[in-house]
C-alpha cells in the first residue's frame, strides 16, 4: 500500500468538492440576487427588499459550513487557512464567489469522460463569465459605498456599471471613480482581477493561435529544391 503524496487531497475532501461545488456555485448565484435587489430597492419596497435579505443571509452559513467541512475533511487543521487563503477570503466576502468559476469547471469535468472543449477555449469562456460576474458584483458593491457620499462621481447603478467596465478592461477613463475608502478597496480588487482575467484570455488565445500556426507548418507538405 502507497502513502498518498503530500500534495494529493484525501479521497473525503475530493468527494465532497465533486459533490457541492455546484450547488454552492448556484447558493453563490442566489446571494448576489439577493444583494443586487437589496442595493437596487428602496428600503420601504416591501416585500421585496425583506426577501434579498432573507436570501442574503440564508446562503452565508451554507458557505460557512461547507467552509468548516472542507477545513476538517483536509486534516491540515490551522494550515488549511493559509494553503486555502482564496475560500477563506471568499468565504468573509461572498461577492467574490466568482473567483472561483475555475474550480467548478474542473468539478464538473471530472465528471465526464472527456472535455466538452477545447483547452484555451475552457479557459477564456470561463475567464469571460468570471469577468461578468466578478464585473456585476463590484458595480453593486461601489454604488452601494459610493452613492451617498457627498463628493460622489457614481451617483447612479448605471455609473457604477460603466466605471466596472472601463476598470476590468484597464482602460481607466477616470471619468467616475469611486472616493471612499472602501469604494477604493473594492476599485483594488477589481483592479487585481481584471488584470488577471486579461491575462488569462490574451494569454491563452495567444498560445491557440501559436498551436495553430505550428499545426499548419507541421502538416505542409516540403518545399521541392
Known amino acids: 500500500m502507497t502513502d498518498r503524496p503530500a500534495s494529493e487531497p484525501p479521497a473525503r475532501l475530493t468527494r ?12 453563490g448565484l442566489v446571494f448576489l440576487a439577493g444583494y443586487a435587489v437589496w442595493v437596487l430597492t428602496p428600503p420601504e419596497a416591501q416585500p421585496w427588499n425583506g426577501i434579498a435579505l432573507i436570501l442574503v443571509w440564508s446562503t452565508w452559513p451554507l458557505f460557512l459550513a ?14 488549511f487557512v493559509r494553503a486555502h487563503w482564496l475560500e477563506t477570503l471568499v468565504l468573509l466576502l461572498p461577492l467574490l464567489r466568482p473567483l472561483r468559476m ?10 465526464r469522460d472527456r472535455p ?8 477564456m469562456a470561463f475567464a469571460g463569465l468570471t469577468a461578468v460576474l466578478l464585473g456585476f458584483a463590484a458595480s453593486l458593491a461601489v454604488y452601494h459605498l459610493e452613492r451617498t457620499a457627498s463628493d460622489a462621481s457614481i451617483r447612479t447603478f448605471g455609473d457604477a456599471v460603466w466605471w466596472a467596465c472601463a476598470t476590468l478592461t484597464t482602460v481607466g477613463y477616470g471619468d467616475v471613480a469611486p472616493v471612499t475608502f472602501w469604494g477604493r ?17 490574451t494569454g491563452s488565445f495567444s498560445s491557440w493561435l501559436l498551436q495553430v500556426f505550428t499545426r499548419e507548418d507541421e502538416q505542409r507538405p516540403p518545399e521541392r529544391g
Request: hydrophobic share 50%.
Open 16 to 27: 465532497w468538492e465533486q459533490r457541492t461545488e455546484v450547488p454552492l456555485f448556484i447558493a
Open 116 to 123: 466538452r472543449m477545447g483547452l484555451y477555449a475552457r479557459v
Open 185 to 201: 478597496t473594492v476599485a483594488a480588487g477589481l483592479m487585481a482581477g481584471g488584470l488577471a482575467l486579461l491575462g488569462a484570455v
Open 102 to 111: 475555475v474550480q467548478v469547471y474542473l468539478a464538473v469535468q471530472r465528471r
Open 66 to 79: 461547507d467552509y468548516v467541512t472542507r477545513l476538517r475533511l483536509s486534516g491540515l487543521g490551522a494550515r
